[in-house]
């Protein structure tokens, strides 16, 4: 059975740092394109951050460029997203996802993902 636990987050004031996890079960992250997604009230579920199996490349939607930093710990089967410089607007859950191979082009379509984690909430406010 494949799992994907998401952890980390919480509520921090504006400017503040979190660091989520990903940690799975069930399947090897080696193999896998991790991507991670957040989902605001009221708005479409969106791309945040995703690395790649095959060479560790990492992507990032505009909006977190230069203030979240996606990682990975094969030997912990684990994927990080360090977030800094944290804004009101980057409040949702956010998810991680798993996509066999390498990323699809683009890397944030949503189906091209089979597994999901449940989520964590990420709330920004002071």
């Known amino acids: 059975q494949v799992q994907l636990v998401e952890s980390g987050g919480g509520l921090v004031q504006p400017g503040g740092s979190l660091r989520l996890s990903c940690a799975a079960s069930?399947?090897?992250?080696?193999?896998?394109?991790i991507g991670w997604f957040r989902q605001a009230p009221g708005k479409e579920r969106e791309g945040v951050s995703c690395i790649s199996s095959s060479d560790g490349s990492t992507y990032y939607a505009d909006s977190v460029k230069g203030r979240f930093t996606i990682s990975r710990d094969n030997a912990k089967n684990t994927v990080y997203l360090q977030m800094n410089s944290l804004k009101p607007e980057d409040t949702a859950v956010y998810y991680c996802a798993a996509d066999l191979g390498s990323p699809s082009s683009p890397w944030s379509i949503i189906y091209e993902y089979e597994y999901w984690g449940q989520g964590t909430q990420v709330t920004v406010s002071s």
């Open positions: 069930g399947i090897t992250l080696d193999y896998y394109t």
